[in-house]
C-alpha cells in the first residue's frame, strides 16, 4: 500500500464525519484564505478560480430539486451567487480588489456557523457534493 493510496483513502473518508453545512463553511474559509494571501497574478487567478467553482457547486446544489431549502433562500443564495462569480469574473482581467467577494464569503462562513444543528439533509448526495466542493477548490 503507497502513501498516496493511503492519502487518498483519508482524503475521501474525511469529510464524512462532519455535517455538510460546517464542510461548506470549511469550502469558504479555504477560498478566503486564498483570495486574502493572493499576491501574484498567478495566485489571484487561482483564487478567483476556486471562488468561482465554490460558488458553482453552490448553485447547483441549491437548484437540485431535493435542495430542502425554502424558496426565499434559494433565491437569495442564487442571488448573491450569480453576483460573486460575475464580480470574480471581472476580476480575473482587472485589478479589481478581492475584498467584496471576501466578504460575501465571510457572510455564508457566519450563516453557515450560525445553525443550531446539523443539516437535515444529509443524504448520500450532500455528503458526495461537499466533498467534491473540497476537492474542486484547492
Request: charged share 15%.
Amino acid at each position: 500500500m503507497s502513501v498516496t493510496y493511503g492519502m487518498s483513502q483519508y482524503q475521501n473518508q474525511s469529510g464524512t464525519y462532519l455535517p455538510p453545512r460546517e464542510v461548506e463553511a470549511m469550502a469558504f474559509r479555504h477560498v478566503n484564505g486564498l483570495l486574502s494571501a493572493a499576491k501574484t497574478r498567478s495566485d489571484r487567478q487561482a483564487a478567483l478560480s476556486a471562488n468561482l467553482k465554490l460558488w458553482g457547486i453552490l448553485m447547483q446544489g441549491v437548484q437540485r430539486t431535493d435542495c430542502p431549502l425554502d424558496a426565499i433562500l434559494r433565491k437569495d443564495l442564487t442571488t448573491v451567487g450569480t453576483w460573486s462569480m460575475r464580480y470574480a469574473n471581472v476580476a480575473l482581467n482587472s485589478d479589481t480588489s478581492l475584498q467584496a467577494l471576501i466578504d460575501i464569503n465571510r457572510d455564508m462562513i457566519e450563516g453557515l456557523s450560525a445553525s443550531a444543528g446539523p443539516s437535515s439533509y444529509a443524504g448520500p448526495a450532500a455528503s458526495n457534493e461537499t466533498r467534491a466542493a473540497i476537492q474542486m477548490v484547492g
